[in-house]
C-alpha cells in the first residue's frame, strides 16, 4: 500500500501562473516531509520540507502547506519559470521521534511550464 | 563544495552477470542511502548506513544483493546475480545524521 500518494502524474502551467502540486498521506505518524525535484538523468534535488508541528513554509516562490487533519500538502510555485519543468517527489518521514529518518516517496508528478 | 559521486553512470550487462555501483557522499556526512528508482516510481530505500553501520536493510534483498561502506565513507552495492527486474535506476544520497538528504546522479541500469 502506497502511504504517499500523488494523484496527478501530470500538470501544465502556463508560465507566470501558479503550479499547485498535490499530496496525501495516510500515515498519521509521518513528522516531517519533504518536495524533491528531478530533472532528467540527475538525481532528485531538495527543495523545501515542513515539520508537522508548521502549517506553511515559504523559501522565495516556492511554499509548502501543510493540513495535517486531511493528511494533505500542497506545493505552490509562484510564478512559474519554464525552468521549474522537472518532476516533483513528495516525501515523508517515517516516524523516528521528532527527526528526519528514512523517507517514503510519492510516485512524482512531472510539471511543464509553458513559455 | 562537491556533492554525491556516483559511478557508473550507466551500466549495460547480461542477466546472471554481477554488477558493482560505487557511490562517494559529500565530504563530511557520516549517514548514507541507497535507494532503488524503478520507471514512473519514487525512490525505495534499500539500506542506510551510519557511518559503518547498517543501520537499516530490511529492504535489501539480501539473496543477490549486497552493500558494504567499510570505513565509514565510500560505499559499494552490489547485485549478484542480476535478473532482468533489477533494470533501474540506482540512487546513493548522503546526510549529516538524519538531516536532508542529497541525492546523487545515479547509476541506470540495464539487465538483457
Known amino acids: 500500500d502506497q502511504q504517499v500518494k500523488q494523484n496527478s502524474p501530470s500538470l501544465s502551467v502556463q508560465e507566470g501562473r501558479i503550479s499547485i502540486l498535490n499530496c496525501d498521506y495516510t500515515?498519521?505518524?509521518?513528522?516531517?516531509f519533504l518536495w524533491y525535484k528531478k530533472y532528467p538523468a540527475e538525481g532528485p534535488t531538495f527543495l523545501i520540507s515542513i515539520s508537522s508541528i508548521k502549517d506553511k513554509n515559504e523559501d522565495g516562490r516556492f511554499t509548502v502547506f501543510l493540513n495535517k487533519s486531511a493528511k494533505h500538502l500542497s506545493l505552490h510555485i509562484v510564478p512559474s519559470q519554464p525552468g521549474d519543468s522537472a518532476v516533483y517527489f513528495c516525501?515523508?518521514?517515517?516516524?523516528?521521534?521528532?527527526?528526519?529518518?528514512?523517507?517514503?516517496f510519492g510516485k512524482g508528478t512531472k510539471l511543464s511550464v509553458k513559455p | 563544495e562537491a556533492g554525491v559521486v556516483q559511478s557508473p553512470r550507466y551500466k549495460i550487462i547480461e542477466k546472471k552477470q554481477p554488477v558493482a555501483f560505487w557511490c562517494n557522499p559529500i565530504s563530511g556526512h557520516n549517514t548514507l542511502y541507497w535507494y532503488l528508482q524503478n520507471l514512473g516510481q519514487g525512490p525505495e530505500l534499500l539500506i542506510r548506513?551510519?557511518?559503518?553501520?547498517?543501520v537499516d536493510d530490511s529492504q535489501l534483498p539480501k539473496d543477490r544483493f549486497s552493500a558494504e561502506r567499510l570505513k565509514g565513507v565510500d560505499s559499494t552495492l552490489k547485485i549478484q546475480p542480476a535478473e532482468l527486474g533489477d533494470s533501474a535506476v540506482y540512487l546513493c544520497?548522503?546526510?549529516w545524521g538524519r538531516g536532508t538528504q542529497y541525492f546523487g546522479p545515479g547509476t541506470r541500469l540495464t539487465v538483457l
Open positions: 548506513y551510519e557511518n559503518e553501520e547498517a
Open positions: 544520497a548522503s546526510s
Open positions: 500515515n498519521s505518524m509521518f513528522d516531517y
Open positions: 516525501a515523508a518521514s517515517r516516524p523516528r521521534g521528532g527527526s528526519q529518518g528514512n523517507l517514503i
